[in-house]
């Protein structure tokens, strides 16, 4: 059995299933902008919209990454260094 194989594709599906999620609570609180913060300019909406896309952005990418690079930081350690 090729345990990197096995591995990442547990890691794929994990990802897909958080980006889900991170995707659907981005969805839910999208509409909040435009009922309450309302304003004819438009500035603080765009600002708003700004600041929670990059924290969406942060909520979906960054659990992914760190457990993609722990998975590699323990197979490295249990295999050793490949020369």
């Known amino acids: 059995m090729n345990w990197s194989r096995v591995l990442l594709g547990i890691w794929l599906v994990l990802t897909i299933g958080w980006l889900g999620i ?3 609570d ?3 609180r999208w509409p909040e ?3 309450f913060y309302k304003r004819p300019d438009g500035l603080l909406i765009g600002a708003m919209v700004r ?3 990059t924290e969406s952005l942060g909520f979906a990418l960054v659990p992914p990454i ?3 690079l722990f ?3 323990v197979l490295w350690s249990v295999r050793g260094p490949r020369r």
């Open 22 to 24: 991170a995707g659907y």
């Open 26 to 28: 981005l969805y839910m």
């Open 33 to 35: 902008y435009y009922v």
């Open 51 to 53: 600041k929670d896309l």
């Open 66 to 68: 760190v457990l993609l």
């Open 71 to 73: 998975g590699w930081a």
